[in-house]
């Protein structure tokens, strides 16, 4: 539990996407197609959040762009025979792991207390001469992005296509340098909207039909969703009890990880059963 409150991403790719249950519909699918879809959903995640080099699992690590199972393995392996990588530059010693390999995976791969700050953020090593001199000419050295100095530097940069030109970088990757550099190893889960669960609401028992809360939208179905509302079981929320005005599908009021009030319709707990309304 511990760990997946740590870095919750490093142990759900553990789990094969298909039994964490995608849709009421799944198993009327060509398996091999949802599997590769799947997959591509995850590899997407990986890489957009970003993977500690020092912690990461070989299960996580395969995720990530350019490194296959057996190079995943072989980073494991490295780790644990030479010690904690202390650059990027590092990896180019591990079996298997060439300079095309490198090139494709060192952006998504961080390190946290490196001897190079810029290892801990998503700028990729091809770019680092172009984000430092960048620093200098707003003022400030790599130390900054350790000590998260860097807040609000992209209204320091008047003219990004200008700059882009004198630093002899396309535009758009100066646009990830700053974007990198403002928020290094940012957690998405920072701009999430936060649940409020009651701490008199714990269990099933505790729930009373009209009581109001707010909970977290978990999946989505054809004919409703259903909704944590912090008592181990998720609540239903019947597409008739979703809003006054008709709709085809929930999908057009909610979507997998909304907030939502909801009030209990009734609960049952013989039949592990909750009734939500949205009304």
């Known amino acids: 539990m511990a760990r997946r409150l740590q870095d919750p991403l490093a142990e759900l790719v553990k789990i094969d996407p298909k039994s964490i ?11 091999k197609k949802l599997s590769e879809a799947l997959g591509g959903v995850v590899e997407d995640c990986v890489n957009k959040v970003g993977v500690d080099l020092n912690t990461a699992s070989a299960s996580l690590l395969e995720y990530v762009s350019g490194v296959s ?8 392996a490295y780790r644990e025979e030479n010690g904690r990588f202390e650059t990027r530059a590092q990896l180019l010693k591990v079996a298997k792991l060439g300079p ?8 998504f791969l961080r390190i946290n207390d490196g001897k190079n700050p810029l ?23 790599t130390e900054d992005i350790k000590n998260r100095n ?22 758009l990757t100066l646009q990830d340098i700053v974007k990198e550099l403002e928020k290094p190893a940012r957690d998405p889960r920072e701009d999430m909207p936060k649940p409020i669960l009651r701490s008199d609401v714990l269990e099933m028992k505790d729930l009373t039909p009209g009581m109001t809360l707010k909970g977290t ?8 969703a259903f909704v944590d509302i912090g008592v181990h079981q ?24 909304d907030i939502v009030e909801v ?14 309304t949205m009304k």
């Open 217 to 224: 939208v978990r999946n989505v179905i054809d004919f409703g």
């Open 100 to 107: 095309k390999a490198y090139e494709q995976c060192a952006g």
């Open 150 to 171: 860097l807040d609000g530097i992209s209204k320091k940069v008047s003219d990004m296509k200008k700059l882009a030109a004198e630093l002899n970088v396309g535009e």
């Open 21 to 31: 249950g995608v849709g009421q519909y799944q198993h009327d699918m060509n398996q």
């Open 234 to 257: 998720d609540g239903l929320v019947h597409i008739s009890q979703m809003s006054d005005k008709f709709i085809k599908h929930p999908l057009e009021v909610v979507s997998v990880g």
């Open 119 to 141: 290892d801990a953020t998503g700028v990729h090593p091809e770019s680092y001469e172009a984000a430092k001199q960048l620093l200098e000419r707003l003022g400030f050295t």
């Open 263 to 276: 009030k209990v319709m009734s609960v049952d707990l013989k039949k592990q059963r909750i009734q939500l």
């Open 69 to 76: 199972k057996a190079i995943a393995k072989n980073i494991v």
